[in-house]
T-cell receptor, first 113, second 115 residues
Framework: GAGVSQSPSNKVTEKGKDVELRCDPISGHTALYWYRQSLGQGLEFLIYFQGNSAPDKSGLPSDRFSAERTGGSVSTLTIQRTQQEDSAVYLC???????????FGQGTRLTVV | DQQVKQNSPSLSVQEGRISILNCDYTNSMFDYFLWYKKYPAEGPTFLISISSIKDKNEDGRFTVFLNKSAKHLSLHIVPSQPGDSAVYFCAASVNYGGATNKLIFGTGTLLAVQP
């Protein structure tokens, strides 16, 4: 597809379970971001990948959160031992290296029950 | 520490009038600023941007103004249309030597344009 694709679109999980969220960026985009938006809140930065550089993980809220980007393309955000406060919409975005305009996917709505 | 702030959570405007959305930032290293629009259940979409070397950028009904000394930017929409009703996010980044850095977003302003 032409845009950023995220899967699943919705995920309901039990507290304590692990979840994986997937992001397929736009082809050729070297920068990839993960953000989350909790109910009534803004866009919270989680992690940023840029080419082969070490990712900027400064936004990850705890060590239960991790992300990887394989082959400079697809990215997976993993949340271990999910908690109710992890419930949010998780948004992925990608951009060209030399541009700041990032293009977002539709997001994954995560609900921890 | 909220580096990008949108102090108005909501704004209501009559159709045809001007909408002015405001954003303040604290990090003087920011040199690129963007506005995104977000409809419910959709990802944010890029609207307009401005580099710190400019103080104004215009695209159709949308104009962004940057006041670096005040660390303030604003988005003007004129004339406002009901389809403009959405949450508007301000974002900022630092570009190092042509390479982008992470985007930092504000908390958003919900714009409602009344017919």
């Amino acid at each position: 597809g032409a845009g950023v694709s995220q899967s699943p679109s919705n995920k309901v999980t039990e507290k304590g379970k692990d979840v994986e969220l997937r992001c397929d960026p736009i082809s050729g985009h070297t920068a990839l971001y993960w953000y989350r938006q909790s109910l009534g809140q803004g866009l919270e930065f989680l992690i940023y990948f840029q080419g082969n550089s070490a990712p900027d993980k400064s936004g990850l809220p705890s060590d239960r959160f991790s992300a990887e980007r394989t082959g400079g393309s697809v990215s997976t955000l993993t949340i271990q031992r999910t908690q109710q406060e992890d419930s949010a919409v998780y948004l992925c975005a990608s951009s060209l290296a030399e541009q700041s305009e990032a293009f977002f996917g539709q997001g994954t709505r995560l609900t921890v029950v | 520490d909220q580096q990008v702030k949108q102090n108005s959570p909501s704004l209501s405007v009559q159709e045809g009038r001007i909408s002015i959305l405001n954003c303040d930032y604290t990090n003087s290293m920011f040199d690129y600023f963007l506005w995104y629009k977000k409809y419910p259940a959709e990802g944010p979409t890029f609207l307009i941007s401005i580099s710190s070397i400019k103080d104004k950028n215009e695209d159709g009904r949308f104009t962004v103004f940057l006041n670096k000394s005040a660390k303030h930017l604003s988005l003007h929409i004129v004339p406002s249309q009901p389809g403009d009703s959405a949450v508007y996010f301000c974002a900022a980044s630092v570009n190092y030597g042509g390479a982008t850095n992470k985007l930092i977003f504000g908390t958003g302003t919900l714009l409602a344009v009344q017919p």
